[in-house]
């Protein structure tokens, strides 16, 4: 049905045939409320009623489901417990020891396009946001393992790719997809497995995830559980935003220039100038304090390369009682869904909302604070994104190593300009690839 396989449409396509701030339809003996409007998003956000966990369980089933690594997920205790082992792993002092090899990381494998030419940005800057994500949650061993780092991330794209209605409404059919999943999900399991016990016998323990969360006591499966839902919560979005924020950037050189800037300035006051390093080695001199507290420019752009690239539909649902959502009644047992292009293509928050304008957000406008939660990009309300500081930091890299190592510019297969600026598909929740002919980016590298 059009919920799973083009859910943006879905959506747009039914709201467009009424006139309040919610409707409802069913998939199998579930009933889903989708919400729009001011006092909804309110509720949806805010009210206790709603479930985060719940809201995912079943209609979303990309996720690994072995059931000796996945019961723990599976619980609001076991969001938290995620959360605080990200809070464990993504303190500055840690990231400060994790940023020379995510550089290392990058640099190994742009150096592999060699010094010019052309390659599809949805797969090779989705290549490294895999590569730091496996780096930043695991160990050393696995983060330079290729071959295993391949099966790795095959694994976990025949795992996204897998949630068809079938395997998740009829789970108890042996589908293409299930076994599909199974056996991409056993993958991922053995293959994790294998590296947590080398960790757990090597001589001299690390400063890596895994040795981290050895130390704490952590067993196994939790350790692999977590790994799992940090893989599986950040490659999506981080690629995804990466993706468009160089997209944007080559489409728009006013701001390509800006952030070009004010990237060499950061370079200029934090790292020696005189050095004969290459780059990604003077990046990774650059304090995190800085990476996250001194780049407004690229904050803006990327705050609205969200805004306007991602699709995502929320979901709760609600687990007490029978409960109002702008005067309508939703029954206990019932989810919700919440579309952000509600939010952020609202044009009572923000002016001329398709284009891309990232100085909306600057003192005078704030066009994001014209109403609660008319920005709703990293979470919101009961559950911001607990991996918003990390996720900005990979995405930063990566444009800092890029902007300032290559040139580049936006061409379709022929080697030329798009006729018109590439657009998201907004049906396409694995990577929001633009809309027709598929694009390429064009690069010399300039800086070692």
Not at 109 to 122: T, V
Not at 204 to 215: C, E, F, H, N, R
Not at 309 to 314: D, E, G
Request: charged share 30%.
């Amino acid at each position: 049905m059009g919920f799973f396989s083009k859910r943006f449409d879905f959506l747009r396509g039914n709201f467009n045939k009424i006139t309040g701030s919610l409707f409802r339809f069913r998939v199998l003996q579930y009933s889903i409320v989708a919400i729009r409007g001011d006092e909804a998003r309110k509720t949806f956000f805010d009210d206790k009623n709603l479930n985060f966990t719940e809201g995912y369980k079943i209609l979303v089933g990309a996720s690994p489901d072995l059931k000796d690594i996945s019961e723990d997920l599976k619980t609001e205790k076991g969001v938290t417990d995620i959360n605080k082992r990200l809070a464990l792993l993504l303190n500055r002092n840690r990231l400060s020891d994790v940023l020379p090899n995510l550089m290392e990381d990058m640099n190994k494998r742009m150096l592999a396009w060699g010094k010019e030419g052309r390659f599809d940005p949805f797969r090779n800057i989705y290549d490294l946001v895999f590569q730091m994500t496996v780096r930043m949650a695991t160990c050393d061993e696995l983060a330079t393992n290729y071959d295993d780092m391949l099966l790795l991330q095959k694994c976990y794209w025949d795992l996204e790719k897998s949630a068809t209605p079938t395997a998740l409404l009829l789970p108890w059919i042996p589908s293409p997809a299930k076994k599909k999943k199974a056996a991409a999900t056993m993958g991922l399991y053995t293959t994790l497995k294998s590296y947590v016990d080398k960790r757990r016998e090597a001589h001299t323990p690390s400063s890596d995830a895994i040795d981290v969360l050895l130390a704490k006591g952590d067993e196994e499966k939790e350790i692999i559980g977590f790994v799992l839902a940090v893989i599986f919560a950040g490659v999506i979005n981080t690629g995804m935003i990466s993706c468009w924020a160089l997209m944007y950037l080559a489409s728009n050189p006013e701001w390509r220039v800006k952030v070009k800037a004010e990237i060499d300035e950061l370079i200029s006051k934090h790292t020696d100038t005189t050095s004969s390093e290459p780059l990604h080695k003077r990046l990774s001199a650059i304090p995190i304090a800085v990476w996250e507290d001194e780049m407004p420019i690229v904050d803006v752009v990327i705050r609205e390369t969200i805004r306007i690239t991602q699709s995502a539909t929320l979901l709760r649902r609600n687990v007490i009682d029978d409960m109002e959502i702008d005067g309508h009644k939703v029954a206990k047992g019932e989810f919700i869904a919440y579309s952000t292009r509600d939010s952020h293509m609202n044009t009572d928050f923000y002016e001329n909302p398709e284009m891309f304008d990232p100085d909306r957000y600057r003192p005078g406008r704030e066009e994001d604070k014209k109403s609660t939660f008319a920005y709703v990009g990293w979470g919101a309300g009961r559950h911001p994104c607990t991996g918003m500081k990390v996720a900005k930091l990979e995405i930063k890299a990566i444009l800092a190593l890029f902007l300032a190592g290559y040139d580049y510019t936006v061409v379709d297969s022929s080697g030329n300009y798009p006729k018109s600026l590439p657009k998201p598909n907004y049906n396409d929740i694995h990577s929001a690839r633009p809309i027709g002919e598929q694009c390429f980016f064009q690069f010399e590298r300039k800086l070692e």
